[in-house]
């Protein structure tokens, strides 16, 4: 399986800052990185697909880039609602989809 | 807008079983696939199963031999059949679908709590 490595695990930061979270695969995944945000008791909210894509109805803050390994996830100008956990996910090998171990953005 | 709504989760001994539903509303764009994933207590996501729409299934290793993924078209729901259950199967499923391939599951429902427990 393609191992996902997400870093940090977890971060403090205020409303109106600028965050970057980034995760790395095992191995070549190309552009088949995606990025969800998770809060408590909700289904997980797909924002990024395809490394750099952004999902309909996401907001601009949010983005991604990266390609081969490296990959990140910026939110530009946290605002309240942003504070929740986010995990990236490999869509490389079909039917053996990993994600990384999650990101929680707490209010600092 | 796409839903989907888990149900069927609970408490049950290991060694038992349980059968998730997830009941979707009419979709608008035919998915490529529906999934299982699933976040033990304290955990990251991980991937259970899959139903493409052609109805190839396939399982995580960790579930192979155990879990059986199924679907009633009619009734635009997905299941998830689970035999053998271990402690460490506890967790909160979530159904969710693809209607991009390769861009990740656009479309999940809330989750249902099962817990394996003695």
């Known amino acids: 399986d393609i191992q996902m490595t997400q870093s940090p695990s977890s971060l403090s930061a205020s409303v109106g800052d600028r965050v970057t979270i980034t995760c790395r695969a095992s191995?070549?995944?190309?552009?088949?990185l995606n990025w969800y945000q998770h809060k408590p008791g909700k289904a997980p909210k797909l924002l990024i697909y395809?490394?750099?894509s952004l999902q309909s109805g996401v907001p601009s803050r949010f983005s991604g880039s990266g390609s081969g390994t490296d990959f990140t996830l910026t939110i530009s100008g946290l605002q309240p609602e942003d504070f929740a956990t986010y995990f990236c996910?490999?869509?490389?090998?079909?039917?053996?989809?990993?994600f990384g171990q999650g990101t929680k953005v707490e209010i600092k | 807008e796409v839903q989907l709504v888990e149900s069927g989760g609970g408490l049950v001994q290991p060694g038992g079983s349980l059968r998730l539903s997830c009941a979707a509303s009419p979709f608008t764009v035919s998915p490529t696939f529906m999934s299982w994933v699933r976040q033990a207590p304290g955990k990251g996501l991980e991937w259970v199963s899959v139903m493409y729409s052609g109805g190839n299934t396939y399982y995580a290793a960790s579930v192979k031999g155990r879990f059986t993924i199924s679907r009633h078209n009619s009734e635009n729901t997905l299941y998830l059949q689970m035999n053998s259950l271990r402690v460490e199967d506890t967790a909160v499923y979530y159904c969710a679908t693809a209607t991009r391939p390769g861009a990740g599951f656009d479309y999940w429902g809330q989750g249902t709590l099962v817990t394996v427990s003695s």
């Open positions: 395809s490394a750099s």
């Open positions: 996910q490999q869509s490389y090998t079909s039917f053996s989809w990993t």
């Open positions: 191995q070549i995944i190309n552009s088949y």
